[in-house]
């Protein structure tokens, strides 16, 4: 990751110190503080010092999928946390959680405000998997399972029930790996991460023993990337079981794959079809959890138990590819498969939202549509992170595509097709609709306060922070 240092200020504090002559500076607003939120803001006050950047947040605390996406056993993932907190505490800019865009203040208003209007609030719904008994109890999306997980506040009722022995994952990208996982980790793992109390509690709990990650084309093109393969790999207390007929031709195919996609395929090869060494051998026939990947397999229909009421099984039908590399296609042979399973987590992606009926929404693609970040017909709106470009990429992709962003803004302030000549209000005008409107802003140094209380609530529990889980919770100790 870039460095920031420039950004650093040692005056600044919680975004209340404004420089004197605010009122004649280019006022920026950002939706969302993920890190789409950030690395645009950090960009923004990079290439524009006389900037004022305000990011607006649903939730009371920060850091969108950094703190409720990225796998509690990841935690060098989370330290672009201390990047994204500069960038925060630098004068030009100001947090405002616990504001909902769309519902406390419209895209409208925020326009009225500022010179721009930055839209990156990510991609908070879930694609459908489309097959009967998807409502069945026992089926979840990844994107609910993750965020029960990570303490997001609207995940926490989800209790999901996991007293069978098989679960199915739909999806073969890095979050079914996550979850899989998070499944079957061994529970001295979990308990040293920031994984929630509730989780971890019911995972101790877990009959869960044997997990099964689904993908409805093939080895070659499969989501994942290779350290989180490894990861699996060499996961403690757990065994893979391939099935070899879904390697058919893969070793021949290998030689001409391009080069990460050769490795993650040689990685998944050896995993599948290679005799293990004796020490290998050993650990393997010690473990008590399996996990496997079965390929050319998509949903048809979740099957209810005979009370009608849970998941007792899955039906698959059998694909075969249409194409090869990473455009084949998936096509029905017309043969189906049943697999017995009491828990299915649809794990096949995320999906942006609407929050504003003002705003062009692409609903095929469900991006807003833009150019360069540029929202196609709307002057003095943009868009970055998942809103622009779908909900694929790592943070290290958003950081890019947020930077390019910001690019185009400050091209924008700089040739006048964006117009900052007049002066804006900015946050004094919102603040004052706001308030009307009896919502009360977590600034950042409430964060702070949140962070403490659950840094030292971690410590006491051996874990590196133990989250606050209701908004209720986070604005009592905001408040304080
Ligand atoms: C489960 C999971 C695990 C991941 N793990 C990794 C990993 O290990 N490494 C890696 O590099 N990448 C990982 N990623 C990818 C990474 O999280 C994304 O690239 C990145 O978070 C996208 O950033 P974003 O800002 O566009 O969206 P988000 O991070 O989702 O941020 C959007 C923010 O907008 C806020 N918001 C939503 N609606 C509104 C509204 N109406 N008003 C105000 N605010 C709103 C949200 O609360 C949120 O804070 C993971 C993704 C997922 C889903
Ligand atoms: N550790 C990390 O770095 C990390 C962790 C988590 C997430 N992330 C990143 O976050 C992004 C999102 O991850 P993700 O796992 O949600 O998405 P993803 O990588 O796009 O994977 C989605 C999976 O769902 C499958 N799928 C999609 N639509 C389907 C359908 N209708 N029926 C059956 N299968 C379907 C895809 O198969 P097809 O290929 O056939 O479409 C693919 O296997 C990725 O870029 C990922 O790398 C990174
Ligand atoms: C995903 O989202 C849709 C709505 O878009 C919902 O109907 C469905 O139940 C969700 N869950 C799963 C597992 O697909
Ligand atoms: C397998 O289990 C045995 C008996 O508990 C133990 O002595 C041995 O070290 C284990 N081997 C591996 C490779 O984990
Ligand atoms: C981000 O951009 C840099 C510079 O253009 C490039 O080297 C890097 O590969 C990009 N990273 C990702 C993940 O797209
Ligand atoms: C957060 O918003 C709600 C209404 O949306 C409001 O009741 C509350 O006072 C706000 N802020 C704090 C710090 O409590």
Same mark, same amino acid.
């Given at each position: 990751?870039f460095g920031?240092?420039?950004?650093?200020?040692p005056?600044s504090?919680?975004?209340?110190?404004k420089?004197?002559f605010s009122?004649?500076?280019?006022k920026v607003c950002i939706?969302?503080?993920?890190?789409?939120?950030?690395?645009t803001?950090?960009?923004?006050?990079?290439a524009r010092p006389d900037v004022?950047?305000?990011?607006?947040?649903r939730?009371?605390v920060?850091?969108g999928?950094?703190?409720f996406?990225?796998a509690?056993?990841?935690?060098?993932?989370?330290?672009?946390?201390n990047?994204f907190?500069?960038t925060a505490?630098?004068?030009?800019?100001?947090?405002? /959680?616990n504001?909902t865009?769309?519902?406390d203040?419209?895209?409208?208003?925020?326009?009225?405000?500022?010179?721009?209007?930055?839209?990156?609030?990510?991609a908070e719904g879930?694609?459908?998997m489309g097959?009967p008994?998807?409502?069945l109890?026992?089926? !979840?999306?990844a994107?609910?399972?993750?965020g029960?997980y990570?303490?997001?506040?609207?995940?926490?009722?989800?209790?999901?029930?996991l007293?069978?022995?098989?679960?199915?994952i739909?999806?073969q990208?890095?979050v079914?790996?996550d979850?899989?996982?998070?499944l079957l980790s061994p529970?001295?793992?979990?308990? $040293?991460t920031?994984?929630?109390?509730?989780a971890l509690?019911?995972l101790a709990?877990?009959?869960v023993?044997?997990?099964?990650?689904v993908?409805?084309?093939g080895p070659?093109q499969?989501?994942?990337?290779?350290?989180?393969?490894r990861e699996?790999?060499?996961l403690?207390?757990?065994?893979?079981?391939?099935?070899a007929a879904?390697f058919e031709?893969?070793?021949?195919a290998v030689?001409?794959?391009?080069?990460?996609?050769k490795r993650?395929t040689?990685?998944?090869?050896k995993t599948?079809?290679?005799?293990?060494?004796?020490k290998?051998q050993?650990?393997?026939?010690n473990?008590?959890?399996?996990w496997?990947f079965?390929f050319?397999?998509?949903?048809?229909?979740?099957m209810?138990?005979?009370?009608?009421?849970r998941?007792? /099984?899955i039906?698959?039908?059998?694909?075969?590819l249409e194409g090869s590399?990473d455009?084949?296609?998936?096509?029905?042979?017309?043969?189906?498969e049943?697999v017995?399973c009491g828990l299915?987590i649809?794990?096949i992606?995320?999906?942006?939202?609407?929050?504003?009926p003002s705003?062009?929404?692409d609903?095929?693609?469900?991006?807003v549509p833009n150019?360069?970040g540029?929202?196609?017909?709307?002057?003095?709106? !943009?868009?970055?992170?998942?809103?622009k470009?779908?909900?694929t990429?790592?943070?290290?992709t958003?950081?890019?595509?947020?930077?390019?962003?910001?690019?185009s803004?400050v091209e924008d302030?700089?040739s006048?097709?964006?117009?900052?000549?007049a002066a $804006?209000?900015?946050?004094?005008?919102?603040?004052?609709l706001?308030?009307?409107?009896g919502v009360?802003?977590v600034i950042?140094?409430?964060?702070?306060?949140?962070?403490?209380?659950?840094?030292?609530?971690?410590?006491?529990?051996?874990?590196?922070?133990e989250?606050?889980l209701?908004v209720e919770?986070?604005?009592q100790v905001a408040r304080?």
């Amino acid at each position: 990751f870039f460095g920031v240092s420039r950004l650093e200020n040692p005056h600044s504090m919680n975004g209340r110190g404004k420089a004197p002559f605010s009122s004649c500076r280019p006022k920026v607003c950002i939706v969302g503080s993920g890190p789409a939120g950030f690395y645009t803001a950090q960009h923004l006050i990079k290439a524009r010092p006389d900037v004022d950047v305000d990011i607006y947040e649903r939730l009371p605390v920060p850091f969108g999928l950094v703190r409720f996406g990225v796998a509690p056993d990841h935690p060098e993932v989370k330290n672009v946390i201390n990047t994204f907190t500069q960038t925060a505490k630098h004068t030009c800019c100001s947090f405002y /959680g616990n504001v909902t865009v769309g519902k406390d203040v419209s895209v409208g208003e925020l326009q009225q405000a500022y010179h721009a209007v930055v839209l990156s609030y990510g991609a908070e719904g879930n694609r459908s998997m489309g097959v009967p008994g998807e409502d069945l109890a026992g089926v !979840y999306s990844a994107k609910d399972f993750v965020g029960w997980y990570n303490g997001l506040p609207s995940c926490q009722e989800l209790s999901p029930d996991l007293s069978c022995e098989t679960a199915v994952i739909l999806g073969q990208g890095n979050v079914a790996l996550d979850v899989a996982r998070i499944l079957l980790s061994p529970i001295d793992i979990l308990k $040293k991460t920031d994984i929630t109390q509730p989780a971890l509690e019911a995972l101790a709990e877990s009959h869960v023993r044997r997990v099964l990650i689904v993908g409805r084309r093939g080895p070659v093109q499969i989501a994942c990337t290779i350290k989180e393969l490894r990861e699996m790999v060499n996961l403690p207390d757990t065994r893979p079981e391939m099935v070899a007929a879904d390697f058919e031709g893969v070793k021949d195919a290998v030689k001409d794959l391009p080069r990460p996609r050769k490795r993650l395929t040689e990685l998944m090869l050896k995993t599948a079809m290679e005799i293990p060494g004796e020490k290998e051998q050993e650990r393997r026939n010690n473990a008590s959890r399996v996990w496997s990947f079965r390929f050319f397999r998509s949903p048809i229909e979740i099957m209810a138990d005979p009370d009608n009421k849970r998941t007792a /099984g899955i039906r698959l039908a059998v694909n075969k590819l249409e194409g090869s590399g990473d455009g084949a296609r998936a096509v029905l042979t017309g043969e189906v498969e049943d697999v017995s399973c009491g828990l299915v987590i649809s794990s096949i992606g995320y999906k942006s939202l609407p929050i504003d009926p003002s705003v062009p929404f692409d609903s095929s693609k469900a991006i807003v549509p833009n150019s360069m970040g540029r929202v196609q017909q709307a002057a003095g709106l !943009y868009c970055s992170g998942w809103l622009k470009t779908g909900p694929t990429g790592v943070i290290a992709t958003t950081m890019n595509n947020s930077f390019d962003t910001a690019r185009s803004l400050v091209e924008d302030m700089d040739s006048g097709t964006l117009d900052i000549s007049a002066a $804006k209000p900015g946050s004094q005008s919102i603040s004052g609709l706001l308030e009307k409107r009896g919502v009360k802003p977590v600034i950042f140094s409430d964060w702070e306060k949140i962070d403490s209380v659950e840094m030292s609530r971690g410590e006491a529990a051996g874990k590196p922070r133990e989250k606050l889980l209701t908004v209720e919770e986070m604005l009592q100790v905001a408040r304080k």
